[in-house]
């Protein structure tokens, strides 16, 4: 399971898998602010117990300034894959009061299961809103939830 929250801010894009989404406001980060990616990543590398996302790509170091975060995504995929684990599906949530974000799900899905190098029909996102309740209810930031489930190959050994 993965979470985040980014605060919204003037001035940044809003950038929700990989997708640039309308809106005035963007989310705040060290790289994009990604915080739909930045989920699926913690997901993925918590279900194999490979640590998370601050302590692969550190908001101190500034090889991630500004990064494209489907690049988390796709740098961690060959270490997954050298680890025998296999995607077997991605589930996340965004949390947001505005803007609509259903149109643009399909293209999330797209982007991070290419960024994952798996087909499309394992990657699922969902949009809702907070009822205005909270941070993103009140329409300062933006939250993201994420499951995955992988499978490891099997070694022949019992």
Do not use: C, Y
């Amino acid at each position: 399971m993965g979470i985040d929250v980014h605060a919204l801010v003037e001035g940044r894009a809003l950038i929700l898998g990989g997708v640039t989404v309308p809106h005035h406001l963007g989310l705040s980060g060290h790289s994009d602010g990604d915080a739909l990616t930045h989920a699926v990543v913690d997901a993925l590398l918590g279900a194999v117990g490979l640590g998370d996302i601050g302590g692969r790509f550190p908001s101190s170091d500034n090889a991630w300034k500004d990064a494209d975060s489907l690049t988390f995504l796709s740098t961690i995929t060959p270490e997954l894959e050298a680890a025998g684990w296999s995607v077997q599906n991605v589930d996340a949530t965004i949390v947001a009061q505005r803007p609509a974000l259903s149109p643009h799900v399909k293209e999330m899905e797209a982007n991070i299961a290419q960024a994952l190098g798996v087909d499309p029909s394992r990657i699922n996102v969902k949009s809702t809103t907070s009822d205005r309740l909270g941070i993103a209810g009140r329409e300062e930031g933006i939250a993201a939830f994420a499951v995955a489930m992988l499978e490891q190959e099997k070694t022949g050994n019992p």
